[in-house]
């Protein structure tokens, strides 16, 4: 976000001047639910044109926390503005998301749309029969110079709801019936909530948290469910050493979909209704909470530089996603254990989950951190069939370099100090207006371990390449489960993914350096046989038993209608458990304690 030199003036003259503040008028806005059954909301904003002929408003394109151009002005339609009188005002687009209206000198304006509200994601809007999800950044408008820097203001939201919706909930103040937000910012980081909520309250240290359900129905287990949320607050409290806010509110929708974004004071987050039915999928809820939370320290307020004031019309970039994104993911499977919501087996089950997605992703040879979180916005968050080999996650290998890195700092300080050290310390240094560079927060790390880490970090950070394992599990004697002894010969592998479609069997994805690579086999190919013989989707799997690593096998595919020959040469699949953590048998008592004192006793 960036200031006129008017507005400046402005902000100073607010800052000398308090009492003029209540005196400027915000932009209200009124979201109201006609036919709500038809994904669409109305939305009317009354701006203040401080008697200029032209005003600007404008659209986020994207939103914080989500590295994609999104473009949510794509889904306004029939736009128009009048006078507060009726008159009808002129309103022209001047870009893809801004409006420009001629006043007529009238002193404030209407600004009418309608908002398509259909995607189920906790960054895009919905709408229908019976609840609306709102994010900010799809829905709201600001003013802005014409062709020039926002203005930034007061927001008020009122919401007209449909008679069966009983309320609506967000993180944000009420003043007057209307949610207030103090700025854009804080407008755009508060979503709501509209419908039939269930909401369940608790205090920690005095601080009203909620926990709001939509949809919550008679599968989802709202009581138990609010239980656990309590304790991972508790646990992030107390691991971080208070609350930075007034209040917060988890909005969980329950909506069977997924995903979670953080905001200062609430987070969004999506489940499927049977989560709370199955340990395997309520524990992944459970991490998701863990992490949207931890996020109110770490990127709301722990930021990198470059995240804030936002541009929210501009691409960001910075290459410390690995700290946001990857440490946050260390530590939300880990606060749950340590809040005593999984057993050391469930934890150290995820863990290895996570290093078997990394160590069977071809890219974290070729990518490095600091360049996947850079290029977030054309890699990590614009997918294809090519992604495992060519985009490093900053969320896996970044919670991974986060273990990494936590046992090292433990090992050279002799087990005095952490990880945990690390991110307390960078709060409390960098949390203020301005963030962290990499420089900083690689410095705080130094300090932590009492030496130079930097080229330990930049290696693991900067350049692409393995992961050794050793000194982690050396320290907590652990190992990875030995290769269990094969009494059949191993069948066939191909490296490459398939799907079904219109039963035909098509490569979905080819591994890199895998036999299928090797050989020509392509994404989109049909495959059609192997060594003269059909195959079929249901029948794949058990022909390659038929085959065994090493046999020379002639795949007939059908790409764009023309047969083609491939010559391959069958593999041996990566071992599934291979990366499947356990205790050593031979952990001496040292290395028990200093497990049992980073993931508690069960
Ligand atoms: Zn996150």
């Known amino acids: 976000m960036k200031y006129s030199a008017a507005n400046r003036a402005i902000v100073f003259a607010m800052m000398l001047l308090p009492t003029l503040m209540n005196a400027a008028e915000p932009i209200r806005h009124t979201i109201r639910f006609p036919n709500p059954e ?9 701006v203040q044109t401080d008697g200029q002929p032209v005003i600007e408003l404008m659209m986020a394109v994207w939103t914080p926390g989500s590295y994609l151009v999104r473009d949510y002005s794509g889904k306004v339609e029939s736009e128009h503005a009048e006078a507060a009188d009726g008159t009808p005002l002129t309103v022209r687009k001047s870009k893809k998301n801004r409006w420009a209206i001629e006043t007529g000198g009238a002193a404030e304006v209407r600004f009418s749309y309608r908002l398509y509200c259909r995607e189920m994601s906790v960054r895009s809007n919905w709408v229908e029969a019976d609840f609306a999800i709102i994010v900010g950044a799809a829905t709201f408008l600001a003013r802005a110079e014409p062709g020039g820097a926002l203005i930034d203001s007061q927001h008020e939201v009122r919401l007209e ?62 009581p138990k469910s609010a239980v656990d949320v ?5 646990a992030e409290i107390e691991f971080w050493g208070g609350t930075p806010y007034k209040n917060y509110s988890f909005l969980n929708a ?65 290459t410390s996603l690995w700290v946001v994104e990857g440490l946050t993911s260390y530590y939300d499977p880990l606060i749950v254990r340590r809040a005593g919501l999984s057993t050391t087996e469930e934890y150290l089950k995820e863990l290895s989950r996570e290093i078997t ?32 080999n060519s985009v490093v996650s900053y969320y896996g290998k970044g919670a991974l370099v ?13 087990d005095q100090k952490s990880l945990d050290d690390v991110m307390r310390s960078a709060y409390e240094r960098y949390s203020g207006e301005t963030g962290y560079t990499q420089a900083q927060f690689r410095q705080v790390v130094n300090d932590v371990a009492g030496q130079d880490v930097g080229s330990w970090i930049a290696e693991r950070v900067d350049e692409p390449g393995e992961l050794n394992y050793d000194e982690f599990l050396e320290w907590f ?49 049909e495959l059609l046989a192997i060594n003269g013989y059909r195959v079929t989707p249901e029948g794949l799997a058990d022909r390659l038993k038929a085959f065994h690593p090493g046999d020379q096998l002639s795949l ?47």
Do not use: C
């Not at 038809?38 to 009354?46: L, P, Q």
């Not at 986060?402 to 002799?414: A, E, P, W, Y």
């Not at 799907?499 to 350096?513: C, I, N, S, T, Y």
């Not at 391959?568 to 049992?596: C, F, I, M, N, S």
């Open 38 to 46: 038809t994904n669409y909301a109305e939305v009317e904003a009354t």
């Open 230 to 234: 309590e304790k991972i607050t508790r």
């Open 357 to 388: 997605v990394l160590e069977t992703a071809p890219a974290r040879l070729t990518h490095g951190l600091s360049d996947s979180s850079f290029d977030a916005w054309i890699k990590y968050y614009r997918r294809s069939e090519n992604t495992a």
């Open 161 to 222: 709801l449909p008679e069966n919706w009983a309320a609506s909930h967000s993180a944000l103040p009420v003043a007057d019936n209307a949610y207030a937000a103090a700025n854009f910012d804080e407008l755009l980081d508060s979503p709501i909530l509209a419908g039939n909520l269930a909401q369940y309250d608790f205090e920690v240290d005095g601080v009203p948290h909620s926990l709001v359900n939509l949809g919550e129905g008679s599968v989802w287990d709202g």
């Open 254 to 318: 329950i909506t069977e979909s997924g995903g979670g974004l953080e905001h200062k004071n609430s987070t969004l987050v999506m489940a499927n209704r049977w989560a709370t039915s199955t340990r395997e999928n309520y524990l992944k809820w459970l991490y998701l909470i863990s992490h949207e939370f931890f996020h109110a320290w770490n990127v709301k307020r722990l930021r990198p530089v470059e995240l804030g004031p936002f541009d929210y019309e501009t691409e960001v970039y910075t």
């Open 556 to 602: 007939l595919v059908s790409r764009r209608e023309q047969i083609v020959s491939l010559a391959v040469t069958a593999g041996e699949a990566p071992g599934e458990d291979r990366w499947k953590l356990e205790a050593d048998p031979g952990a001496t008592e040292a290395q028990k304690a200093r497990l049992a004192a980073w993931l508690g006793t069960d």
């Open 402 to 414: 986060g273990l990494l890195l936590d046992v090292h700092i433990r090992k050279l300080t002799n």
């Open 477 to 525: 004697g652990l190992r990875f489960a030995p290769a269990k002894e094969q009494k059949e010969p191993a069948p066939a592998w191909l490296g490459f993914d398939t799907r079904q479609q219109e039963g035909r069997l098509h490569v979905a994805k080819v591994q890199r350096d895998g036999p299928g690579y090797a050989g020509g086999v392509n994404a989109e190919d």
